[in-house]
């Protein structure tokens, strides 16, 4: 993990550096914050502490790519940025059940569930708290910040709103009709919260754009997962 993300971040921006390329947006995460932190998480607390064991080789990648681009912006002027989204989810996601992210991996395994008549089964107490951000909202964010956003700090792309892992379960339950859903707490939790701070995107968004309520989000996410289940990745 450590080294195929160094390996890609440093081949992309060296590449981009020599070809000249005038602007780079990088895609950092929420998860590679300080896990011992206070919140909400803002862009200037990225490095303030070690992050979650659970994905430090992921986590100390990804904060590299940040210090590549400012470093980049510091010796060559270039505008070398990050953007740190929360969790995302939409329309042509990983549905893994090894490897996808929490909302693709629950629809993929309450579809398992009802169709094998089995109970849905949430690893976890669903106690969690998570801001998830819909796909497509988070490509117009992206064209925003292309657009827009002439700062060299990085910054979060993120709704406001949080949700529990077992809020989301029950919504993704209840978009399948089905109610036989049970959480195991004999698997651990992890990161209970990792609340980020929008106040900077929203300082530059203003009124002029809404995010995707999550229950629509969900909805449409299965309803495509539905309808595209023998070519999905799983």
Known sequence: MYEKNIEINLNVLKCCHRYNVQKVISCLSTCIFPDNTT????????????PHYS?????YSKRMLE???KAYQTQFGKDFICVIPTNIYGPNDNFSLKNG???????????????N??????????????????SEDLAILLMIILEKY??????ILSPTEEYSIHEIAQEISECFNYKEIVFDNSFSDEQYRKTADNSKLLKLIGNDFEFTNIKVGIKKTVDWFKNNYST???
């Open 55 to 59: 994905n430090d080789a992921y986590a």
């Open 67 to 69: 210090i590549h681009s």
């Open 117 to 134: 008549m089995k109970e849905f089964t949430v690893k976890g107490t669903g106690k969690p708290l998570r801001q998830f951000i819909y």
């Open 39 to 50: 919140y909400p998480i803002n862009e200037s607390m990225l490095h303030l502490g070690l």
């Open 101 to 115: 992210h929490v909302i693709p991996a629950l629809i993929h395994n309450c579809y398992l569930s009802k169709k």
């Open 150 to 155: 002439n700062k060299k700090e990085s910054i």
């Open 232 to 234: 999905v990745i799983k």
